[in-house]
């Protein structure tokens, strides 16, 4: 009867009649972090040791590619934790690589994801835990919009929310990649093999009982933000691209728009004739116009299924998605 079925430790132990306690996994990406590490690691593990009482707990924190002190410091920390494990990426393979890299290497029953800049509080953590114990396999965190000025990356986060948000109904401004997932809800998340990831969006496509929780997030204890506009910027195209159809709208739009212009203008055209107007070196400058901007509008649809091309020729090639430099974590 359960010959194909694969038994964890909980399994067996449930199977035995023993109580058991469930086991959290915290995965956190970390890249330029020296300053800030050591000071996550407390807070987060004072945390973590008030639920010891119902909870076993894993620390995974995964260094992508970091060129400072932050890899040192993670195995000093192992040497005196045994639920501390690190994982070193080759090099930079960027965020949501990293969280994947954590993700899969996690043996909890619940798995939460959070940045280790301190700016996603741990103390969250106790909430999301309360959630998931009534019965949601996803639980968000949102970020809440904090009052500032001017911010050409707020206006440009907004923009991108508002857009993609049509086609995704979970994805809002706000939401961060400050989660909780049930073993199961990993396990979904994990069977998606996209190159180019964005999690947020693979997340609301696996279905099951959601929860959102609301935070205000912290200032950054050291350091600057590793994430700057080049980064978002890409982050951004690989969310558009990959779960919008934005893109293929603007040209259709475009091409209706063209296609009134030129009725527009045959009308304009029609009637200067039927007037008896003398326009000709207008009529041909207004032309070239014309010829230009639908030129450059041809361009721009050619890129933007150019870029749908190329995203296809990433997935068909298959290429690893990491590559682990060390870690103390056993096969």
């Known amino acids: 009867m359960f010959k194909s079925y694969q038994f964890t430790q909980n399994d067996e132990a449930f199977l035995a009649g023993k109580s058991v306690k469930a086991k ?10 020296q300053e800030v590490v050591l000071p996550f690691y ?4 004072k945390v973590l040791l008030d639920l010891v009482a119902d909870f076993e707990f894993e620390i995974i924190l995964v260094d992508d590619g970091s060129t400072d002190r932050t890899l040192s410091i993670l195995k000093e920390i192992a040497d005196v934790d045994e639920r501390f494990f690190y994982i070193s990426l080759s090099k930079n393979f960027g965020h949501q690589a990293a969280i994947t890299a954590g993700l899969e290497k996690a043996k909890g029953d619940l798995i939460i994801t959070l940045d280790s800049d301190l700016q996603h509080p741990p103390e969250l953590i106790v909430q999301l835990i309360a959630l998931w114990k009534k019965g949601n396999d996803v639980v968000l965190a949102k970020r809440e919009e ?3 000025g001017f911010s050409f990356r707020k206006i440009f986060r907004k923009l991108f929310f508002k857009v993609i948000g049509s086609d995704v109904r979970t994805m809002r401004s706000g939401y961060s990649d400050y989660r909780l997932l049930s073993r199961r809800a990993l396990d979904s998340l994990l069977q998606f093999k996209e190159s180019h990831r964005y999690l947020r969006g693979l997340v609301s496509l696996i279905g099951y009982p959601t929860a959102v929780v609301s935070f205000t997030p912290s200032e950054r204890f050291a350091g600057n933000s590793k994430f700057g506009f080049v980064k978002l910027f890409r982050y951004a195209i690989d969310a558009l691209f990959s779960f919008s159809k934005a893109p293929s709208n603007f040209i259709y739009a475009l091409s209706l728009f063209f296609l009134l212009a030129s009725i527009c203008l045959l009308s304009g055209f029609v009637l200067a004739l039927f007037c008896k107007l003398q326009f000709e070196y207008a009529l041909w400058i207004l032309m070239g116009s014309i010829l230009l901007f639908c030129s450059s509008g041809v361009l721009f649809g050619q890129g933007i299924l150019a870029e749908y091309i190329s995203r296809v020729y990433e997935q068909v090639k298959n290429r690893p998605l990491y590559f682990v430099k060390d870690t103390n974590i056993s096969s």
Do not use: F, G, N
């Open 24 to 33: 959290i996994s915290v995965v956190c990406p970390a890249y330029q972090e």
């Open 42 to 45: 407390k807070e987060l593990t």
């Open 146 to 148: 904090v009052a500032e």
